[in-house]
């Protein structure tokens, strides 16, 4: 679960890059036409850096705040474990914050300035028991998973003495036996993580960090409160927020010849760690431990506090009072003014006699292979570089932190490992639109050839178009003249036609007249042959009358063989034109026939001289269309070219 998280407000600035001392910690994602910063939650160290720069308020922490008022409506038993920076940041409504969370049922309240009594008891104990100098504290929980991520070469010497948090938290459940849910009012972000280390065996299950827990308290009014204190006495544990504070109880205890080594804020801490990294860890520094903490300002102003934001000096002299109260209140204690640090830490020592030092070791875990980046190698590295347009020597040190890295080697290790995009480099930009300027320079003068090279054509062309519609229309007006000679040739031949049609029909008129005549010849041909061979029949009876007649009947006979003979003609002159009158009929009969094809023929010619007439209208009709578009066309062209 990520502590530190990037909402929809963030534009990409790379400030939070800058600020991280935790390589890929802040990712830098390509987002549209930019780039968003992500949190990577197993490399973040909760150390509050990207907050203070963030001027977008892209950045933001979660904490338990919302889950412990839940919890407390369900009925959940809790008490309250109080950072001391509660009293500096709110001194005005320290009580009456506490008698709001009293009358919303909380059990109990203990200030964590006596758990930080206990830490430095624990520390002069486990120094001086167990020669263990040179080592660097651990309250801060930035620090501790700093040095578990980035650094765990130094773990052996990270003090294992529990933080003030959860010494009072082991006192509280061991010693008072509270068996209550613990909470603890913290200024700082990063405690989420202590809490739920592991390590830690869960004693504390909600950290309340002082800017949401009052934003909650002011949202929800709690109505009849009454101020409350809290319950246990403690002396200079409570200027362990202050700057340099774990180091002062030391000088309070030991005296000033004990050196610690003063060392906070986040722009340096993690830069000393590992600058110092090999002599840290070799002990050979002269000190007895560092007194190392992420914040500036120390946790008087955590990331989790309002003072924060505008660093009120009110809340710096505020401790100031307190640790005058704990010098002047504790006299004849540890912490009392009248005493040597010799007889205070005698008196520390009796004070928690009962403790067992065991109770609040600890121990820490190296988290450094989850966050470990490569190392790429010189040829990996140069790859990288040349992606980034930064082939020479000069622009691979050019060092702008634009990016948000101290160095162009830092950016390409970081584009190696994925934590960085080569986007987010101001000069591969920069690079980019120079080539790309270049490539316009070339393109316009490309252009401005070209442009010269169309002018010429233009001019050419324009020539030729004109030929080339003079010769169109030209033609045109000949597919014109001839389709209008064709309409009108067409039309002819489909009158013509017609009156061919109606001679077919006066043709057959006649033919079938004429049959008529025919047939009535043959009629009358054979009423003659009848009257032929009845003469006949008539004239050999005659010549048979005329030959018993003998003498007499010569001339009778005569006259009968003529009419035999002529009898014997008419037949034969009718029987020949029985035989012509049926060549005729049969002559008439084909010409019948042929009549009717024709007049077919008329009306299959007629209906095509009819559809070809349609075509010839509509082909004179296209043609004009055709010259219109033709003079639209050519329009068209010379504008074109004239423009």
Known sequence: MSLVRTNDKCIGCNRCIRACSSMGANVAVEKGRGNIIEVDSERCIACGACLDVCEHGAREYIDDVERFFEDLKKGVKISVLIAPAFLANYSRDYENYLGMLKKLGVNRFISVSFGADITTWGYIKYITENKYYGSISQPCPAVVGYIE???????????????????????????????????????????????????????????????????????????????????????????????????????????????????????????????????????????????????????????????????????????????????????????????????????????????????????????????????????????????????????????????????????????????????????????????????????????????????????????????????????INKIDETSSDNAYQTGSISSEMSEVDEFAAELKTVLNRIETYLNKLEENNAAVIAISSQTNLLALNASIEAARAGQAGKGFAVVANEIKKLAEDSKETADDSNANNKDIKETIEHLIQESGKLSEIVGRVNGRAATLVSSSEETAASISLMKEVADNAERSLRQMLDG
């Open 149 to 475: 991520r980035y650094a765990p070469e130094l773990l052996p010497k990270l003090m294992p003495v529990q933080s003030p948090m959860m010494c009072a938290a082991i006192y509280v459940n061991k010693y008072m036996k509270v068996s209550d849910k613990l909470a603890f009012i913290s200024p700082c972000i990063a405690k989420k993580n202590e809490i739920d280390d592991p390590n830690n065996k869960g004693y504390i299950s909600y950290n309340l960090t002082f800017k949401h827990l009052v934003q909650y308290l002011k949202a929800h009014p709690v109505i009849g409160a009454t101020p409350y204190k809290d319950e246990i006495e403690y002396g200079l544990g409570s200027i362990y927020p202050m700057p340099g504070g774990l180091k002062e109880n030391v000088y309070w205890l030991l005296g000033e010849d004990a050196l610690v080594r003063q060392m906070e804020g986040e722009a340096h801490m993690y830069e000393y760690l590992q600058r110092n990294k090999e002599i840290l860890k070799a002990g050979k520094t002269p000190y007895l431990f560092v007194d190392a903490l992420n914040c500036t300002n120390g946790c008087l102003y955590g990331p989790g506090t309002e003072a924060r934001a505008d660093m009120t000096e009110d809340v710096f002299m505020a401790i100031q009072r307190i640790k005058a109260n704990s010098k002047n209140n504790s006299r004849r204690s540890a912490w009392g003014k009248g005493l040597t640090p010799k007889k205070r830490l005698s008196a520390l020592n009796k004070q928690f006699a009962n403790l067992d030092l065991n109770d609040f070791v600890r121990k820490y875990t190296d988290r450094s292979e989850i966050c470990a980046h490569k190392i790429p190698t010189a040829k990996e590295l140069d790859e990288v570089f040349n992606s980034l347009k930064k082939d020479t020597k000069e622009k691979r040190m050019i060092d702008c932190r634009c990016c948000g890295y101290d160095s162009c080697h830092e950016m390409a290790v970081a584009i190696f490992n994925g934590f960085n995009h080569r986007d987010n480099c101001v000069h591969f930009i920069k690079d980019l639109a120079f080539d790309e300027k270049d490539k316009a320079l070339e393109l316009t003068e490309e252009v401005r050839r070209a442009q010269d090279e169309m002018r010429e054509k233009k001019a050419s062309l324009a020539n030729e178009i004109e030929e080339n519609f003079g010769t169109l229309k030209n033609t």
